[in-house]
């Protein structure tokens, strides 16, 4: 797989990574979470099909892997599995996040999965977390989901906490999170530290549903950041999964294209994302292996203008997809 380097970091990264989100933690909220965990939640077995997964990534040619202090073991699956197949520090670049603590307490049934709190203190104590469980592998640590009403990015505390982490060699990145994605990316532009830009890569969600913070990516892409995309399938939305009655002309748009160029819609709605001129690498949030094998399809879809003009249509106004997504039920 193509590798590139992350905007102005010095690290490079496969254009499709892995994320952790659905792999670390039995309770997730993509569409069909729990029938991608029915042969087990132990945390033996999930830290089992986390490495199968890891492993096939791994085979395929997957440098990138994004984890979270709230992905219930996520860093620490991750950690076993490159110590267990001796993956150097510089061989993989991975990415965390602090800011939500995981609470669940490896319940799906939780009434409070994670709990989010952008203080400082809390940057101290899970930067100290993240760091003893990964080590020399932790390469960029990104505030988790952050926005303008949160203040944490007008915070002196968390900045000087930040560049802390900086001047010890981990880059600093943000989540962006929301309808207002955009204008939360916009001013983290902004942000300096003893006259630098704070921040060294930015993770957004972009879709074929939700695309509006494309402008703003591309400022951060012109800036220097690394741009690193989520939520390309709009959390299992923009898969065969989605049978909600509203999602039908979508979906049978998407299979039409699919169709025409011989891919899935997966791989199809991947492939968009990277053929977006400022993304760097898009993330597979696949919680199983064949999963993973069709979303890199999307290496091969060959996305096209035909294909970007027939699914403009599909667009949402921002509001209504975020809303969407807060209804999406922990399963
Ligand atoms: N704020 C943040 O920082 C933030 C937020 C969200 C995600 N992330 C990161 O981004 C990564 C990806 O995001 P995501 O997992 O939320 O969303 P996503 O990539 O939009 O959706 C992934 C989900 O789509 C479904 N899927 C994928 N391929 C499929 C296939 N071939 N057939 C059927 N279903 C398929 C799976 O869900 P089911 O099988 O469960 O249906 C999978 O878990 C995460 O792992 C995490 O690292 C970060």
Do not use: C
């Not at 990964?134 to 505390?157: C, F, K, N, R």
């Not at 203008?305 to 249509?313: F, H, K, V």
């Amino acid at each position: 797989m193509q590798q590139v380097s992350l905007g102005n970091t010095g690290l490079m990264v496969s254009r499709i990574g892995l994320g952790l989100a659905a792999l670390g933690r039995p309770g997730y909220m993509n569409l069909g979470h729990a029938r991608d965990m029915a042969d087990g939640v132990s945390v033996e077995a999930m830290e089992a099909r986390a490495h199968r997964v890891l492993d096939a990534a791994w085979t395929r040619g997957v440098r990138y892997f994004d984890a979270a202090r709230s992905y219930g073991r996520a860093e620490e699956f991750l950690a076993s599995w490159l110590r267990s197949r001796g993956i150097a520090a510089e061989a993989a670049t991975v990415g965390s996040k602090w800011g939500y603590t995981y609470t669940a307490g490896w319940r799906v049934d939780a009434e409070v999965h994670e709990v989010k709190d952008l203080s400082a203190a809390v940057l101290a104590r899970q930067a100290a977390e993240s760091r003893s469980i990964l080590g020399a592998h932790l390469d960029l640590y990104q505030i988790h989901s952050a926005t303008l009403e949160s203040g944490v990015l007008a915070d002196p505390a968390v900045a000087a906490g930040l560049a802390e982490l900086k001047n010890e060699g981990v880059r600093i990145g943000l989540s962006v999170t929301g309808p207002a994605q955009a204008e939360t990316l916009r001013r983290a532009l902004e942000v300096e530290w003893e006259g630098s830009p704070l921040f060294d890569a930015v993770q957004a969600t972009w879709n074929l549903l939700e695309p509006s913070a494309g402008a703003a990516l591309g400022a951060a892409h012109a800036a220097g950041m690394g741009v690193v995309v989520k939520e390309a399938l709009a959390n299992g939305r923009l898969t065969e999964r989605n049978q909600a009655p509203e999602a039908r002309r979508t979906l049978s748009a998407l299979r039409g294209e699919a169709g025409r160029l011989g891919t899935t819609v997966d791989a199809l709605a991947l492939a968009a994302v990277l053929a977006q001129p400022w993304a760097h690498v898009v993330l597979s949030g696949a919680a199983a292996e064949r999963q993973l094998a069709a979303n890199l399809g999307a290496l091969e879809a060959g996305w096209d203008d035909d294909a970007a003009d027939r699914l403009r249509g599909m667009v949402e106004a921002p509001e209504a997809y975020w809303a969407q997504r807060g209804r999406l039920r922990w399963n």
